[in-house]
Structure formats: structure tokens, C-alpha cells
């Protein structure tokens, strides 16, 4: 049933109102969404108020929620300049520094910025926001067929914002990277948390998710376990740089298993237990959905390309990660999205070492 409510049609920016003059308070009205979601959102709120009044409603509701949120975190004091808090005088300098020292295996909540775990709370709310656009598009005609398939890449883009983190704070921990490095890392954690947006993660975020989709796709057979041919079936596929990370960094013990705990669906400890089990019963090959049964306990191998399900078994290969690493066992210490990050860096740098050479 239809609202009785009347709306008028307005530009998405006019309900936002006018953006913050202040640069340095990090997320501000108008900057809640970017400037390609703003389009969408303008393009898509008259098309959904034409057929959907109840719905637009909801969204224009819901938008307006999530900016209520953005104005809360831009209260707090920048990340990137001097504050005097409490607990005494915060710098850029500081705070990287602190991140840098203050790393173990417990959860690091409370050593955050406040402004920190505010703006990831609100970054989670946009994702999903992001993919009800998406959902409600999917459902909606051809005439919306379009904004489906954007706004769904735009919520993965979220997802890879959120993941950036995770995988920043763990390059930080990581002694046995260079100082210069984690320092780099801290300085893009820092930014990524006073606006939420990340360079690097909108680079990788579109090559990861081609490699998270061609894996759904391609639902190798656990037999040998290997993933060779899926790994190379992928690669194909990919741009210039995912291809240089296979041929450099394949031969890396940690970034192969990795992978094949990207690729699988499950951790190296269970690949390891499966080839055994397959082995001994004679069995060349399996499909994904015999993966539980042979191993005796529920294992979700089988995801599907929701974004949910890459975060949850992102998580899943993360905190496997950590625990190795905690207790010095075998098998990788880091996730495939860790090793490609930190490859991408190392190329960055290389570059402009070569740039500034060449000058």
C-alpha cells in the first residue's frame, strides 16, 4: 500500500544539506557518501518515489539516520592534527606512534580512537543501506537493472573499506616488516578512520572481488587441493598487478596457503586433514558440498557472493591467522588479503624510489 504521505521531488544534496566548512573535522555532511554514491542515490530516490512512495519514505528515512550519524562522528577531534584530551596532547605523530606500540593479540576496542569505532559503526550502516538499494533494484524491473549491479559494487567497495582496517592493523603489528612500512600503514589507517574512504582499498577492492566471484564460479574439486588450475583459471582474468603478485609471490610458502584457504573455503589445518582423509580412502576428488561430511563437522565452503559471506569467512581466515601466529604454529600467519596489500605497497614504494631516481 501506498503512503498517503506527499513528497516533493529534491536533489539528495539539498536533503543533506550543505557540507561542513570546517576540512579538518574528517567525516561532514556531504562527504557521507562519495561523489559517484551521491549520483546514484540522485538518480535512483525519483525512480523509487514514482512507483514506491512507502519505500522511498524508508530510504530518505534511512539517509537521513545515517547522517545524523556522520554529524555525531564529526564532532570528535581530528585524527590528523593536535588535540588536547584528557589523557594529554594527541598529534598525527603520536598517534602512530602509539599504534605502532601498542600491539598484541587481545582486541584493541578500547585502544582506538573514539572516532574510530564510531565511524566503522556508521560505515556498517551504509553498507547495508548500500545493499538494500541494491536488493530493492534487483526486484524492481529492468528499468533499475543498472543501479542493482552498482550498488552492489559500491557496497563491496564498503566492505573492502571495513576490511582495510583489519588488514592495516595487522601489517602494523608485524615486526618483522620495516619501520617505514608499518609507519606508512599507520598513517593510512589513520586516514581511512577520519574519512572512512581508503586509495588503496578502492585500488584492490575491484581484483579481489573478481578473484571472490571467479572462485564462486569456478568451485574447484577438492582432490589434490592444490588449486593449481583454479589459481591459474583466475589469474587470466585479472590485471597486470594480480598478476605480478602470483608470479613473485606464489613461491612463498605462507602466500600459497593463503591462497588456498581463499580459494577452499577452509583453513589450512582442515585442507591438510581432507588430503589426508582422501589419501587414505582412495578418493581422487570431491565436490564442495561432500567437504562437511568428510571432515566430520559443518564447514561453510560453499559461500555465496553475499557480501556478508566474504566478511565473515574473511574474519574467519583472520583470526586463524592471529591464533598461529599467537601460538607459533605452522600454516600462514597472514591472509591472502594481508599479502596482497603489502604487495601493493612494496611495488608503490619501489616506484617512487625509481621515480625519484630517474629525477
Excluded: C
Amino acid at each position: 500500500m501506498e503512503s498517503a504521505t506527499n513528497f516533493e521531488d529534491i536533489e539528495l544534496a539539498d536533503f543533506l544539506g550543505e557540507q561542513a566548512s570546517d576540512a579538518s573535522s574528517g567525516i561532514q555532511q556531504g562527504e557521507l557518501f562519495t561523489e559517484r554514491q551521491h549520483k546514484l542515490l540522485n538518480e535512483i530516490l525519483p525512480m523509487i518515489q514514482k512507483i514506491n512512495k512507502e519505500k522511498y519514505e524508508i530510504f530518505i528515512n534511512r539517509i537521513a539516520d545515517l547522517e545524523s550519524m556522520a554529524n555525531s562522528v564529526a564532532k570528535f577531534p581530528s585524527l590528523l592534527g593536535r588535540s588536547e584530551l584528557a589523557g594529554g596532547t594527541r598529534t598525527r605523530d603520536t598517534l602512530i606512534e602509539s599504534l605502532i606500540k601498542h600491539q598484541d593479540d587481545t582486541d584493541r576496542t578500547l585502544r582506538l580512537p573514539s572516532k574510530a569505532n564510531l565511524g566503522k559503526a556508521l560505515l556498517v550502516a551504509k553498507t547495508h543501506t548500500l545493499s538494500d538499494f541494491s536488493n530493492f533494484s534487483k526486484h524492481s524491473g529492468n528499468e533499475f537493472e543498472k543501479y542493482a549491479k552498482a550498488f552492489e559494487n559500491e557496497t563491496m567497495l564498503s566492505i573492502f573499506t571495513l576490511l582495510a582496517e583489519d588488514v592495516y592493523l595487522n601489517l602494523i603489528s608485524d615486526v618483522t616488516q620495516p619501520m617505514e612500512f608499518r609507519r606508512e600503514w599507520a598513517l593510512s589507517l589513520i586516514l581511512l578512520w577520519e574519512h572512512w574512504n581508503d586509495q588503496t582499498s578502492e585500488n584492490v577492492a575491484p581484483v579481489l572481488q573478481s578473484v571472490w566471484t571467479a572462485r564462486r564460479r569456478l568451485a574447484p574439486a577438492f582432490g589434490t587441493m592444490m588449486g593449481t588450475s583454479e589459481l591459474l583459471l583466475i589469474s587470466m582474468q585479472m590485471d597486470d598487478q594480480w598478476i605480478s603478485f602470483i608470479k613473485q609471490k606464489m613461491g612463498d610458502n605462507g602466500v600459497t596457503q593463503a591462497m588456498e584457504e581463499f580459494l577452499f573455503g577452509i583453513s589450512t589445518e582442515q585442507i591438510s586433514e581432507l588430503r589426508s582423509i582422501l589419501k587414505t580412502k582412495g578418493i581422487s576428488a570431491i565436490g564442495r558440498d561432500e567437504v562437511s561430511k568428510f571432515l566430520g563437522q559443518h564447514v561453510k565452503a560453499d559461500a555465496g557472493l553475499d557480501y556478508r559471506d566474504f566478511y565473515s569467512l574473511y574474519t574467519v581466515r583472520r583470526d586463524n591467522a592471529r591464533s598461529r601466529t599467537r601460538m607459533k604454529l605452522e600454516g600462514p600467519h597472514k591472509t591472502l588479503e594481508d599479502y596482497f596489500i603489502q604487495f601493493v605497497t612494496e611495488q608503490n614504494k619501489e616506484k617512487q624510489n625509481n621515480d625519484t631516481f630517474a629525477k
